[in-house]
C-alpha cells in the first residue's frame, strides 16, 4: 500500500518532464499523508486533490470513509462500487512522488519501523490513480498492485508505478492499455533504508525524515 510519500522536486522541472501546460507553487514535502490536498497530474495539466476518495454517487463528503479509500486494490477497482466509475470512464490520475514510507515490524526491536523507498537511479515516481469530482470536490486514490520479491519483505502491497515512456498510454490509451501499464509496474528498481520515527507524525515534514538511520542514530533511540 502507500501512506506516506515525499514530493520535493521543484515545479518547474516536473512541468518540463512531464510536458505540462501549467505550473503550480508547490513547496517541499517530506511527508505527504492521507486527506490532505496534494498534487496529482491529468493528462497535460496538475492540480491539487484531496487523497481520499469520494464517490461519484455519494451524497455527502464522509472523511471517516474516505480516509479508508487512500488506495484501491487494481485487481478488483472494476468492481467495486467506490471506484468502477472512474475507472469506467477512464479518470486516471497520477500522483508525483520522488519515495514513499512503508512501515515493516523490526525482528530486532520490536518497533513498527519506518523504511523510506525510492528508485535506485530515477529521481521520480509516478503513482498511477483514480479521481472524482463531486460538488466541485475534487478527491484521488492511489492505485495499488501486489509486492513483488523485492518490496514484499516490506509489506504485501505496492503502489502502482506508471514511468515516463508509459505516460501518455496512461492517460490517452483504453482500459486494456492501462491494464498493461499496471501488469508492467514493477519494484525491482526501487531501494529503500530505515529512517527515523519522527516519519510516523504527519505533522513532521522536513529533508532529515528521508535520511538513512545508521546504526549509531539507532542505538540512541533504543
Known sequence: MCG????FLPPEQL???LGLENLLNIPPRYNCGPMQNLPIVVKNRMGTARWGFR?????ADDPSMAAKMINARSETVAEKASFKDSWAK???CLVPANGFYEWSKDEHTGLN????IRHQENDMLYFGGLW?????????????????DNLSPLHHRSPVMVDEAGVKDWFNGDINAARTLIDQSTTYDLRFHKVGLDVGK?????????EELTPQKESLLL
Open 90 to 92: 477512464g479518470r486516471r
Open 55 to 59: 464517490p461519484e454517487w455519494s451524497k
Open 202 to 210: 504527519v505533522a513532521n515534514d522536513h529533508e532529515g525524515l528521508i
Open 132 to 148: 472524482s469530482k463531486v460538488d466541485g470536490q475534487v478527491t484521488f486514490t492511489i492505485l495499488t498492485k501486489a509486492a513483488d
Open 4 to 7: 506516506r510519500f515525499v514530493l
Open 113 to 116: 519501523q519506518p523504511y523510506y
Open 15 to 17: 512541468k518540463e518532464r
